[in-house]
């Protein structure tokens, strides 16, 4: 029996097997309205086709000037809501289960005439501007902001939402005392802010659905935090109600002697340090698509998903060939039926 293909529930969400499409910023919006478009309808009804249990929609910003680039997606506006839930009725007609991952890039918004950060202190030498430090009541603007993007999604028909607090974004801005140097009570509490965005985006959505957040374990650039700092974090947020992390690691910028690594399931240990520190169930993500790996991780015990990134992106029937390699018969619809 293949463990990578059994169902699991996790409050009201039941996905029929433990995959998970990661989400991947596409930079296809070509209007700069922040609306998905066919690009983005055939990039994610190929994987619900391809036997993906959670099919996630990459980092949609709450704000036009929050975006990495004015090719992001984005649910600023109730205008957007139709063109999200064309494709999530779509991919829901496949079988799969649909979330949005929110989020602010924060100092990383490259397009922004002037970027927003908990701190005036600029993401990289090249290719990026410095920062206006958010006042307090600038801080919870963003909250809110953050909160009525979440009911959009809930109106848009998702099963689950993803707080983005990873890879250098404004969540994790805040949470790393490298680019936090606030007085205020954002920067007393290194979690403040993403517990605020918890509790905001919580009050909208259904009490059976999940709420999972991608965070970074440790960073790798000199003086960054460790894991021990990413655990007590995310007990923060697990307790303001956080059901699931989504364990990456790294993105605060200029490199360090720590490095990432660059080998196949080089980021497990810090989701299962994290699922054992707090008793909460992870998501696995960072070079997982060999099929015996991605089962092993979910058969060890090491996380309870498993998050595939590129290896979607090269193949987006990736779960119906893992499905393949395990020796499970996948579940493809009928008009492929014959090829299997």
Same mark, same amino acid.
């Given at each position: 029996?293949?463990?990578?293909?059994?169902?699991?529930?996790?409050?009201?969400?039941?996905?029929?097997?433990?995959?998970?499409?990661?989400?991947?910023?596409?930079?296809?919006?070509?209007?700069?309205?922040?609306?998905?478009?066919?690009?983005?309808?055939?990039?994610?009804?190929?994987?619900?086709?391809?036997?993906?249990?959670?099919?996630?929609?990459?980092?949609?910003?709450?704000?036009?000037?929050?975006?990495?680039?004015?090719?992001?997606?984005?649910?600023?506006?109730?205008?957007?809501?139709?063109?999200?839930?064309?494709?999530?009725?779509?991919?829901? #007609? %496949?079988?799969?289960?649909? !979330? *949005?991952? /929110?989020?602010?890039?924060? &100092?990383? +918004?490259?397009?922004?005439?002037?970027? @927003?950060?908990?701190?005036?202190?600029?993401?990289?030498?090249?290719?990026?501007?410095?920062?206006?430090?958010?006042?307090?009541?600038?801080?919870?603007?963003?909250?809110?902001?953050?909160?009525?993007?979440?009911?959009?999604?809930?109106?848009?028909?998702?099963?689950?939402?993803?707080?983005?607090?990873?890879?250098?974004?404004?969540?994790?801005?805040?949470?790393?005392?490298?680019?936090?140097?606030?007085?205020?009570?954002?920067?007393?509490?290194?979690?403040?802010?993403?517990?605020?965005?918890?509790?905001?985006?919580?009050?909208?959505?259904?009490?059976?659905?999940?709420?999972?957040?991608?965070?970074?374990?440790?960073?790798?650039?000199?003086? #960054? %935090?460790?894991?021990?700092? !990413? *655990?007590? /974090?995310?007990?923060?947020? &697990?307790? +303001?109600?956080?059901?699931?992390?989504? @364990?990456?690691?790294?993105?605060?910028?200029?490199?360090?002697?720590?490095?990432?690594?660059?080998?196949?399931?080089?980021?497990?240990?810090?989701?299962?340090?994290?699922?054992?520190?707090?008793?909460?169930?992870?998501?696995?993500?960072?070079?997982?698509?060999?099929?015996?790996?991605?089962?092993?991780?979910?058969?060890?015990?090491?996380?309870?998903?498993?998050?595939?990134?590129?290896?979607?992106?090269?193949?987006?029937?990736?779960?119906?060939?893992?499905?393949?390699?395990?020796?499970?018969?996948?579940?493809?619809?009928?008009?492929?039926?014959?090829?299997?």
């Amino acid at each position: 029996m293949s463990h990578l293909f059994t169902p699991y529930t996790l409050n009201g969400l039941t996905l029929k097997n433990r995959i998970v499409m990661a989400p991947m910023c596409q930079y296809s919006v070509t209007e700069k309205d922040g609306k998905p478009n066919d690009w983005h309808y055939t990039h994610l009804t190929s994987r619900a086709i391809g036997d993906t249990g959670l099919v996630l929609f990459e980092m949609t910003d709450v704000e036009p000037d929050g975006r990495i680039t004015d090719q992001d997606l984005g649910l600023w506006s109730d205008e957007q809501i139709p063109a999200f839930q064309r494709i999530i009725d779509a991919c829901h #007609g %496949y079988g799969a289960k649909v !979330g *949005i991952q /929110i989020a602010h890039a924060g &100092r990383k +918004a490259m397009d922004a005439k002037e970027p @927003v950060a908990p701190s005036a202190i600029r993401y990289a030498d090249e290719g990026y501007k410095t920062p206006r430090a958010l006042s307090t009541d600038g801080v919870e603007a963003v909250v809110e902001m953050f909160r009525e993007a979440a009911r959009r999604a809930v109106a848009a028909g998702v099963d689950t939402i993803e707080l983005h607090g990873a890879h250098g974004y404004l969540i994790h801005q805040f949470q790393s005392p490298l680019t936090n140097r606030r007085s205020d009570r954002y920067g007393q509490d290194l979690a403040q802010f993403g517990v605020e965005v918890v509790h905001a985006v919580k009050q909208v959505m259904p009490p059976t659905m999940p709420l999972f957040m991608r965070v970074s374990a440790v960073e790798y650039v000199d003086g #960054g %935090y460790d894991i021990d700092h !990413g *655990i007590e /974090i995310c007990r923060k947020y &697990r307790d +303001a109600g956080v059901d699931m992390f989504h @364990v990456s690691s790294g993105g605060e910028g200029h490199a360090g002697v720590r490095r990432p690594g660059n080998y196949p399931g080089y980021q497990v240990p810090f989701a299962r340090a994290i699922k054992e520190a707090l008793n909460v169930p992870v998501t696995a993500v960072g070079i997982l698509e060999d099929a015996h790996l991605a089962e092993s991780v979910v058969a060890n015990g090491d996380a309870d998903l498993v998050a595939i990134g590129r290896g979607m992106l090269r193949d987006p029937y990736w779960a119906i060939h893992a499905a393949q390699a395990l020796g499970v018969k996948p579940e493809v619809p009928t008009q492929y039926a014959r090829a299997f």
